[in-house]
């Protein structure tokens, strides 16, 4: 070795004029009261911390507030809020007025703070009080001074961390604050979570991209010049720049070993220094890398057994040659303990993965040793609080594993104290895994099984997997039977009761769930859990449609619950439960504005008790009643409302969360907000359940079939058909989409077998024996279409397809007579669409009837917000009725009307389908009007910009890179989006522009002034 290396010690930043330049301006837009969240990414090595190092100096200098975290690699003892954790205890150090004003925030100190008692349902609001009191002192830090809070090394981030990121960044208004976040994008392989974060940050108008790529050959040598201090000859200078392919580390490490052969890869390089070091350091160096990145002095001097002497000149040796640093000793940063980090974290992969694997196991069993003596408590606390985590992964990684039970119980209690569900599944289920293969599991745990199996199944469910939430509560279940314990054993069913109407097709299952939980506590006194047996029966009931007894149920809890104290929140829960089921029950009664009433008492009582589940269904339930009515607004507001909510306290994917997003995607569809729609019904690599999945895929099915993907809608159709859905709007809208591709594409006797199937599929199996589905309606219409296009093709005589037709449309009219609308009546869209099936009769039988088609563009006017029966306002059409101008303009071409008659149709329904870009409709119309002899002049063909320009801030940043040169999976890459997705936004842009190629694309976007030779840079951090 060369002795001691530099290593950037009083060197300047090299080649990171950009980067720096973008910090620089994030921090100038805070202080002006912009906030900024920026994104650092590169690959490992690059020199990510240094920009960091120089970005808090520069804010330091300018008066900020400086705040940061790191997370570390903790292979699988996944540490709940870990680098926000560093921060709150730095904060509790310098302002610990805030910390105590902020009661939340305790759960986030090191350490940790028991929640104390709390119902399940209470802890539902949990994580929300935690992200709300972190921002709430943000927005306090920033009234006296900008802050600068800075997260490393995101790709390592706990996804309670990641959640409470994303809450911040989406609520960046106004704050003099600059959020940094730096992950390795050399680490983000197609499944890592951090890539769905990503992709949905980087759509924030606030958060922009700060790629840190390699140094260009000149700066590289630069760099390498600056390292050597003139020690090294010219020609190995620009050996050394060259083999570091620009990344900073790696030359620092070439520069340090360049009189040791210089080894190829860079495990060689790293470990070539290291073999450099005396035989003590390098054995010093291999216990401290099983510890992790971070290593306690204490710690290292009981597992390495060595004289107090030796390892301090051990250590000496390691710090002289920077492998190690003493913590806190590199800006930033602060210090609590005495403690040793390796200065770069390949540093220590290098290592550790050199180690035997007898070696290596020895060495975590040491560590767990040492950590399980270190505490005072019995079973029921296997390591001191806030190191069960970091016990388990030792203890399993030694093969001791009693204790990586006792400690996995612990950490999941850990966990949920920090309001951290997805830990706590992760640290539960592997306590589950344990309990078979340790005797006397309970005495070792402190636990029963029970206990830690309802933990597991709550945070399955908290975190968007309704699947495994089943399975684990059907076992919850199952183990409080065997207990005996009616009360206990009451509250686990009712639970289990409502995570089996999460899956359609369950209902029945839930019924009898339901009604045993309420059997077990009836003869008992009034308390919340018989208020709750009542409430969720009577839910279980009004789903089934049993709104007699469903009614006789709520009214019986809200009784139980009246006779409680008004301070017991369990029983507030309940008591709004109750109410939301009877406005429910209203609604179907015919009284929708009386069961808004309702819904308007329960949803402050819900959020009081803290019952989040309670409170999104509200939401769920206003929406959807004003979606019956037509009122597409406003229920979006509601969906939306009901969105931010669940977003914020990470029940996105579970119960009426996910409820709320597929009918806000739908809504959107219906106004004709497709971009949004098809941005929502995106999971963006969302590591979400099969069931999940369906049901979103299954709603944005409607706008990629509209816009005329039809082989990316194959997929996905074939895709849910082998899933064999059972539930019934997956089922509905898998007919639909299908039905309308195959039109579309003139295959009427496919569409005419996916409306059968649909038909069949939502009136049998768990559905038979209810009440006519109102989804037949629709079906039943796109069947009619389907046999007016076979007829008019040839492929079946008429009278064939006019007798099948009429039998469509009586079942459409038999479902309008014995269905139940929620309003007691038929809404606007169930009546659209049975007007659709008379009107396309018409297509068949009798003579064209045009009159059939004005009332088809009348009915569907609540599309674009016109109240029922009144026309829409001139020029201002919804998608389908656009569909209905076409028909209408063929109905009177076929009666003989004068070509000029239809031209204004034609062209009302062209901008209509120009301005959703719906491909095959606007085919359509182009099609009829050659037909016709009518010419559609290409001004108004392609649709002019809206605003600043038709295109989204999305399109263009994917046009921008396509005009860089980029492939559509480089353009993926780049933006965190799939190349399925980078086809689907080019194929929207080229229909917006009139384009039939990328290349035509750029060139029409360039000409109009859409795009500007900046746009190439601006793609980069563009949402």
């Not at 050996?239 to 890869?265: I, K, Q, T």
């Not at 359509?924 to 649709?943: I, K, M, Q, S």
């Not at 799939?978 to 000409?1007: F, I, Q």
Request: hydrophobic share 45%; glycine share 8%.
């Amino acid at each position: 070795m060369t002795g001691v290396a530099r290593l950037g010690v009083g060197i300047g930043l090299v080649g990171r004029r950009h980067e720096v330049s973008a910090l620089t301006a994030a921090l100038d837009r805070a202080v002006a009261c912009r906030p900024t969240g920026v994104l650092l990414s590169g690959d490992a090595g690059v020199g990510k911390s240094r920009l960091v190092t120089e970005a808090v100096e520069r804010a330091r200098t300018a008066g900020f507030t400086v705040l940061l975290g790191r997370c570390l690699d903790a292979a699988e003892s996944s540490l709940p809020y870990l680098p926000f954790t560093e921060i709150v205890g730095a904060l509790a150090a310098v302002h610990p007025e805030l910390v105590g004003e902020h009661v939340a925030l305790r759960h986030l100190l090191p350490g940790g703070y028991p929640r104390g008692p709390q119902s399940g349902e209470d802890r539902d609001l949990g994580q929300l009080r935690v992200f709300d009191a972190v921002l709430s002192v943000l927005d306090e830090l920033t009234t006296t001074a900008p802050v600068l809070l800075v997260v490393e090394d995101l790709h390592w981030a706990d996804r309670s961390s990641r959640d409470l990121l994303i809450f911040l960044l989406s609520r960046l208004s106004g704050q003099r604050l600059v959020v940094l976040a730096t992950y390795r994008s050399d680490d983000l392989h197609r499944r890592h979570p951090l890539r769905p974060v990503l992709s949905e940050l980087v759509r924030l108008p606030a958060v922009e991209r700060v790629e840190v790529a390699p140094l260009d050959a000149e700066r590289a040598l630069e760099l390498v010049r600056l390292l050597a201090d003139g020690n090294l000859p010219e020609p190995m200078l620009h050996n050394l720049a060259r083999r570091s392919e620009g990344n900073a580390f790696f030359a620092e490490e070439l520069v340090s070993a360049s009189s040791d052969g210089l080894p190829h890869g860079l495990a060689e390089v790293l470990l070539a220094r290291i073999e450099g070091l005396s035989a003590a350091t390098q054995r010093v160096l291999r216990i401290a890398s099983v510890a992790g990145r971070r290593v306690q002095h204490d710690r290292l001097a009981v597992v390495s057994g060595l004289p107090v002497d030796e390892l301090e000149q051990a250590l000496r040796e390691a710090v002289t040659h920077h492998v190690l640093v003493a913590a806190g000793s590199e800006p930033p940063g602060i210090s609590t303990d005495d403690a040793y980090v390796f200065r770069h974290a390949l540093l220590r992969e290098a290592i550790y993965h050199e180690l035997l694997p007898g070696e290596r196991s020895r060495l975590h069993a040491a560590y767990a040793a040492l950590l399980a003596d270190q505490s005072r408590g019995g079973p029921e606390r296997a390591a001191e609080p806030g190191h069960a985590a970091e016990l388990a992964h030792h203890a399993m990684a030694g093969h001791d594993l009693s204790l990586a039970l006792a400690a996995s119980v612990q950490a999941a209690n850990e966990a949920n104290d920090r309001e951290a569900p997805a830990e706590m599944l992760l640290h539960a289920e592997r306590a589950i895994e344990l309990w078979p293969a340790v005797p006397d599991a309970e005495a070792v745990a402190g636990v029963d099984e029970g206990t830690i199996t309802r933990w597991a199944a709550w945070g399955a469910s908290a975190t968007g997997d309704p699947d495994r939430g089943i399975a684990l509560g059907r076992r919850a279940l199952e183990l409080a039977d065997q207990r005996g314990d009616p009360m206990r054993t009451a509250a686990i069913a009712r639970r289990y009761a409502l995570r089996l109407l999460d899956l359609s097709g369950r209902e029945q299952e839930a019924l009898e769930v339901a009604r045993r939980a309420l059997q077990l506590v009836a003869d008992a006194g009034p308390s919340a859990t018989l208020a709750w047996g009542h409430a969720v029966l009577a839910r279980v009931l009004g789903t089934l449609d049993h709104f007699t007894e469903a009614v006789l149920q709520a009214e019986t809890a809200l009784e139980v619950a009246r006779r409680l104290p008004p301070d017991d929140l369990s029983a507030v829960g309940a008591t709004a439960d109750a109410l939301v089921t009877l406005a429910v029950c209203e609604e179907y009664g015919g009284n929708p504005v009386r069961a808004r009433q309702r819904l308007g008492e329960a949803k402050p009582l819900a959020r009081r008790s803290g019952n989040l589940s309670v409170e999104l269904r509200a939401y769920f339930a206003v929406g959807i009643s004003l979606l019956d009515e037509g009122r597409l607004a406003e229920a979006g507001d509601e969906f939306a409302a009901g969105e931010e909510r669940a977003a914020a306290t990470g029940t996105t994917w579970g119960g009426y969360g996910l409820e709320c997003r597929v009918a806000h995607v739908i809504a959107r569809f219906l106004r004709g907000d497709w971009d949004d729609a098809e941005a929502a019904a995106e999971l963006a690599g969302e590591s979400v359940s099969a069931t999940v999945a369906s049901r979103l895929t299954a709603a944005g099915l409607l706008t990629s079939v509209a816009r005329g993907r039809f082989d990316a809608a194959a997929r996905r159709l074939v895709e849910l058909g082998d899933s064999s859905p059972v539930d019934d709007q997956v089922i509905m809208l898998m007919g639909e989409a299908g039905a309308e591709a195959a039109l579309w594409q003139s295959r009427p006797a496919e569409a005419a077998e996916h409306v059968t199937a649909a038909l069949a599929g939502i009136n049998s199996g768990p559905h038979a024996g209810q009440a006519p589905h109102l989804g037949g309606i629709m079906l039943a219409a796109l069947g009619v279409s389907a046999q007016a296009d076979l007829a008019a093709a040839g492929q079946v005589p008429v009278a064939e397809a006019a007798e099948a037709a009429r039998m469509l449309v009586a079942t459409a009219e038999h479902t309008e007579a014995h269905g139940l609308p929620r309003a007691g009546t038929l809404g606007p869209e169930g009546r659209a669409w049975l007007c659709r099936a008379r009107a396309e009769l018409t297509r068949i039988a009798g003579p064209p009837d045009p009159s059939a088609w004005d009332s088809l563009v009348t009915a569907f006017g609540y599309e674009t917000g016109a109240h029922p029966g009144e026309p829409p306002a001139a020029g201002s059409y919804g998608y389908r009725q656009a569909y209905a101008l076409l028909r209408r303009a063929e109905a009177l071409l076929e009666g003989g009307a004068p070509h000029g008659q239809v031209e204004p149709d034609l062209r009302a329904a062209l901008r209509t389908a120009e301005r959703l870009s719906a491909r095959p409709l606007a085919e359509a119309v182009r099609t009829l009007a050659a037909r016709a002899g009518v010419r559609l002049d290409p001004t108004h063909v392609r649709p002019e910009p809206v605003g600043p320009g038709p295109l989204t801030p999305r399109e263009r940043s994917v046009l921008a890179l396509v005009a860089a040169g980029h492939t559509n999976r480089q353009v993926g890459a780049e933006l965190f989006i799939s190349e399925k997705t980078v086809s689907v936004h080019l194929s929207r842009v080229m229909a917006k522009l009139g384009a039939s190629s990328r290349t035509e694309a750029v060139s029409v976007a360039y000409t109009r002034g859409l795009l500007a030779p900046a746009d190439r840079e601006m793609a980069r951090a563009d949402p």
